[in-house]
């Protein structure tokens, strides 16, 4: 599929507003990553990531050879290199005179604390370690961790890494049958949960559901290891251990093994798929030096004095990537939260920025417009004058979103000051669960921000939009956004499934990686996502971006959040079905005079064509805990059927209600 924007749509009359923004000249004089990372990698990308690789990273043997791409699309980095992710997240640190150097400040939701540093992070994951080889653990085995955001969480994953077990970490808010199917597909050996976690106030159970996934038989699982995090009773079986009873008695010394460069590091399933679970495969070597270099340049980490938050899960790659592997592994002091930004109250994540003095503030689009959603009255109340950098992730930001972000958190100078003179800079990355790590992305002493693009491909990474026949496309045209060059930390393949690798990510053009996104690049080259191309709609044969639409609708004054869809019709093809949240309460509003008002504006924005067959006003979008929205639900809704498996939602019951509205005023459209 080639999604083809139409005529004068959003982006065009955004380039003709040719608003960007440079780093200040006192950010750009003292950045961590200047143009010459370009430059350099322009000149030798494969000598470009081995120098990185090497000034980046401790190795126990160095690498011999850079990239082995002689059986693509198997690619092998760092080849005869031995490395220990855990001694580069930890110990090296504490080595190098670190030790009390703050790791982790933990935020739990309901007001508990706890400072780690990395001598005593060290000290935790070598328990940890002793822990789990005591009970049978040994490299290359498998173990699933279906955890809330806890620091055990990260240590139990470093730990693995420093035996060369394999983790394959499970989001908290997935089900016990979820659960079970990834449990399966690694043969884990052994899963480590804990009794439960809070969300919202209340105390949220996990441990009850690995007892569900485990009550059948046929499993490969040995031993649960089980925190205690909330107090709630907690049902033992025979494979059952509490960590306070396992993990404190062990010694504070473990000798760790090196692992060659390409051993496995994690398997991580994708959200959404359906039927077998796709494990995506990362190893070792290059997936580390890609997510250091990425978290260091993107964010400008300074690690002796910045304090860098990602709001992001673990059970996502975003948490493995930047809440694990690549801060630690920079020596970086992070926040680690474990509840939601709302509560108590919807200035929590704003005030835990104050308390700690947040420096890199790292969240996705959906939270940002949520908070617009609040009003700025929140976050102004609190002083954010500490943030130096702030990013994006997880989907396209729209520009309306990027501009409040940047003006309101960005330029926050602490309450009755004046704003800062010069914003903080914004990264809106792109990458994926298989990319493992920033490749598209600006630097921010570099580049001139545009609201809503991501820019620029990360140096030494090679990029491309193209047609369907894999040509190559003028700026301006919109197409399928490819990988045309291996990188280091790519996804080494599905799990136990190298023809679906192979089918999936590599059948469409000859050894290039397609994406599964649709994009564009404007006349200064700088590349616009436009959503997956499977949520590209063709209405009467012309192909218009969801992206496109909802960043349309969010531009309108009265609308502070928005899903798209498109919708089976009998004379168009499909239809564009659209779903807004209101500023403010919208009790007052005639909804009918506004469904048009809204239309009226989208087809203004992009194009008659473009104008939604509906818009229905819904109090909250279905999201999973992560933030991410169920479009697939909003799709059923639209198309008259009931709703499929919602129980993945922060609100599961959110669907019932949109459903209902969706019938009243619409019928079984």
Not at 36 to 62: C, I, K, N, V
Not at 558 to 586: H, K, W, Y
Request: aromatic share 8%; net charge negative.
């Amino acid at each position: 599929m080639n999604p083809t924007p139409p005529a004068d749509n959003q982006l065009d009359s955004l380039q003709k507003e040719e608003r960007s923004f440079p780093p200040s000249a006192e950010f750009a004089a003292h950045a961590v990553a200047t143009s010459e990372r370009y430059e350099q990698a322009a000149a030798d990308r494969l000598q470009y990531w081995a120098d990185q690789a090497r000034s980046t990273l401790s190795w126990d043997t160095d690498f011999t050879q850079t990239l082995d791409w002689s059986d693509a699309p198997f690619a092998k980095w760092f080849i005869g290199g031995e490395i220990n992710v855990a001694y580069n997240a930890v110990d090296r640190h504490v080595e190098n005179g670190n030790g009390d150097r703050v790791a982790i400040h933990f935020e739990g939701e309901p007001g508990d604390t706890r400072t780690i540093t990395y001598q005593e992070l060290s000290a935790e994951v070598n328990r940890a370690s002793n822990a789990f080889e005591s009970l049978g653990l040994a490299k290359g085995d498998r173990v699933a961790i279906y955890m809330p955001m806890i620091p055990e969480t990260i240590i139990t994953m470093l730990a693995c890494a420093r035996i060369g077990a394999i983790h394959s970490v499970v989001f908290g808010g997935f089900s016990s049958d979820a659960l079970r199917s990834r449990i399966d597909d690694a043969e884990a050996k052994l899963v480590v949960t804990a009794d439960g976690s809070y969300r919202r106030g209340k105390p949220s159970a996990l441990k009850p559901q690995v007892d569900a996934a485990l009550s059948a038989p046929g499993h490969t699982v040995d031993n649960v290891v089980v925190v205690q995090r909330n107090g709630e009773p907690t049902d033992f079986g025979e494979i059952d251990t509490w960590w306070h009873d396992l993990v404190p008695q062990q010694s504070s010394e473990h000798r760790y093994v090196p692992h060659d460069a390409e051993h496995p590091l994690f398997i991580l399933y994708t959200s959404g798929t359906t039927g077998k679970p796709k494990g995506i495969l990362h190893t070792t070597g290059g997936y580390l030096t890609q997510t250091a270099v990425t978290h260091r340049d993107t964010f400008d980490l300074r690690p002796e004095s910045d304090v860098f938050w990602c709001t992001a899960d673990v059970g996502w790659v975003t948490g493995h990537s930047y809440i694990v592997y690549g801060p630690l592994a920079n020596g970086t002091t992070q926040v680690v939260y474990e509840g939601t930004p709302d509560t108590p109250h919807k200035g929590r994540w704003w005030e835990i920025v104050q308390k700690y003095g947040v420096t890199q503030f790292y969240t996705a689009p959906t939270a940002i417009r949520t908070c617009m959603k609040w009003g700025r009255e929140i976050p102004d109340q609190y002083d954010l004058s500490s943030i130096r950098v702030l990013g994006t992730v997880g989907e396209a930001i729209n520009p309306e979103a990027w501009m409040w972000y940047r003006e309101v958190i960005g330029a926050n100078n602490g309450p009755g000051n004046e704003p800062k003179a010069d914003p903080a800079p914004i990264v809106d990355t792109w990458w994926q669960t298989e990319t493992g790590a920033h490749m598209i992305t600006p630097l921010p002493g570099v580049t001139a921000t545009k609201p809503g693009s991501a820019q620029s491909a990360v140096p030494g990474i090679e990029v491309g939009v193209v047609d369907e026949m894999g040509e190559p496309l003028e700026r301006g045209k919109a197409g399928l956004l490819v990988i045309k060059e291996p990188w280091p930390a790519m996804l080494r393949g599905i799990w136990n499934n190298p023809e679906r690798y192979k089918d999936t990510y590599w059948s469409r053009f000859d050894n290039v990686y397609f994406a599964g996104d649709g994009a564009r690049t404007d006349e200064d080259g700088d590349i616009w996502l436009m959503g997956r191309v499977d949520d590209v709609m063709n209405v009467s044969g012309h192909r218009l971006s969801t992206t496109e639409i909802e960043s349309a609708l969010v531009s309108h004054p009265r609308v502070a959040e928005s899903a798209v869809v498109g919708a089976q019709d009998a004379t168009t093809g499909e239809a564009v079905v659209a779903f807004v949240i209101l500023r403010g309460s919208g009790e007052d509003e005639d909804s009918e005079a506004l469904e048009q008002e809204l239309r009226a504006h989208v087809g203004k924005q992009i194009g008659a064509i473009a104008k939604p067959r509906n818009v229905l006003t819904v109090p909250e979008l279905p999201k999973t805990r992560s933030g991410k929205i169920m479009r697939r639900l909003l799709k059923d809704v639209a198309e008259g059927r009931e709703a499929g498996d919602a129980s993945t939602l922060a609100d599961p019951g959110v669907m019932q209600q949109i459903a209902e509205d969706m019938r009243a005023k619409h019928g079984q459209s």
